[in-house]
């Protein structure tokens, strides 16, 4: 991963569903100033991501912000109707808000991407947890293989808050 400690959060364009319909935004303004989880995965509907990943933090998601932050970011190499369907079937509408990296334009510029062709996905991110304040990153969890949820896990984060 090319994003370290300290760096900012670069400014790209991703997308997420506002009033059910889809509308590119820069990150940014997205995420805003503040203390707040970014958390990327491989995809939606996916195993790990549905099983453990996406569902730790609705389950934790009260726990976190009682640590100080105000807001759970979600991002994946899909599209933004697919997230947040996916977010609406996990519960997670009031709790996480679900971002869309179609073009990994994101992906790409955090260094997180990883070839996921001999599964049938394609080019997709890896599996990481930022703990960002005022847009720069404060903590980041990557792992190693992107079947692993550990340290990106919400618990896992919880563990550095």
């Not at 179609?102 to 990883?114: D, N, Q, R, S, W």
């Amino acid at each position: 991963m090319k994003l370290n400690i300290k760096d900012q959060i670069p400014g790209i364009e991703i997308f997420h569903l506002v009033d059910g319909q889809p509308k590119i935004s820069n990150i940014i303004e997205i995420l805003g100033k503040g203390k707040i989880i970014l958390f990327g995965l491989p995809g939606a509907f996916t195993s790990t991501c549905s099983k453990l990943h996406l569902p730790g933090y609705v389950a934790n998601a009260d726990k976190i912000k009682a640590k100080g932050i105000e807001n759970i970011f979600c991002i994946s190499v899909n599209d933004p109707y697919v997230m947040n369907a996916w977010g609406e079937a996990n519960n997670a509408t009031n709790k996480i808000k679900m971002l869309s990296d179609p073009y990994l334009l994101f992906t790409k510029a955090i260094g997180a991407e990883v070839d996921r062709n001999s599964k049938g996905m394609g080019i997709r991110s890896n599996r990481y947890a930022m703990v960002i304040e005022n847009l720069e990153v404060i903590n980041i969890q990557v792992e190693k293989e992107t079947k692993q949820c550990g340290l990106s896990s919400a618990e896992g984060v919880l563990e550095i808050l």
